[in-house]
C-alpha cells in the first residue's frame, strides 16, 4: 500500500506517535442491489472502498478520487451518512493512528469494475442480500446507506 507523502514526514518528525487521521469511506451502491467491494492487498479481507484526506483536498472530491483509483469507477457522492471517530489502532511497523472517518453515499457513474491498483487484489459488486463478512462499523454505514432517513450520523 502507497503511503501518502504528508504521512511519511509527518512519520520522520513524529516516529510511531499517535497521528489523528480523517479517512474517508463510500457506500457506492448501483441500481441493481449491488455495493461496490474492495479485497485488500494488507489483509485480505472485503472492504468498502477507503482513504485517507489529503492536505488541501475537499472531502467528497477526494472520496471519488479513491473510488476511482482502487476500483476504476466513476462515482459521485449523493449524501454524508455520518461521522465518527474509530478506537486508535497500532499497524505491524508501530506506526499509532487514530481515524476520524466520514462516511459517504456514492452512485456509480461509469466505468468497469477491477483492481485499478496496488491496495487490492480483487475488486466485485457485491448482491446486498450475499455480502461477505464486513467489519461493524462497515456494517452501520451500509445500513445507513440503505435508510430512507437523509439525516448523517454522529456520536451525541
Not at 1 to 8: V, Y
Not at 65 to 85: D, K, N
Not at 104 to 114: M, S, V, W, Y
Request: hydrophobic fraction near 40%; glycine fraction near 6%; aromatic fraction near 8%.
Amino acid at each position: 500500500m502507497t503511503t501518502p507523502k504528508f504521512i511519511l514526514e509527518l512519520r520522520e518528525k513524529i516516529g510511531h506517535d499517535l497521528l489523528w487521521l480523517t479517512g474517508l469511506t463510500a457506500v457506492v451502491l448501483d441500481d441493481h442491489d449491488q455495493i461496490l467491494l474492495v479485497q485488500r492487498a494488507d489483509s485480505g479481507h472485503w472492504s468498502l472502498p477507503a482513504g485517507i484526506l489529503e492536505p488541501g483536498e475537499q472531502p467528497a472530491i477526494a472520496l471519488v478520487r479513491e473510488i476511482h483509483e482502487e476500483t476504476a469507477v466513476v462515482a459521485e457522492v449523493e449524501r454524508l451518512l455520518g461521522v465518527e471517530s474509530f478506537d486508535p489502532h497500532t499497524y505491524p511497523n508501530g506506526d499509532q493512528v487514530q481515524f476520524l472517518d466520514l462516511a459517504f453515499r456514492c452512485r456509480p457513474l461509469r466505468g468497469e469494475a477491477r483492481v485499478n491498483d496496488d491496495e487490492s487484489t480483487d475488486v466485485r459488486w457485491w448482491p446486498l442480500d450475499n455480502l461477505p463478512p464486513l467489519r461493524d462499523e462497515e456494517l452501520r454505514f451500509i445500513k445507513r446507506a440503505l435508510s430512507p432517513d437523509p439525516s448523517p450520523y454522529y456520536v451525541t
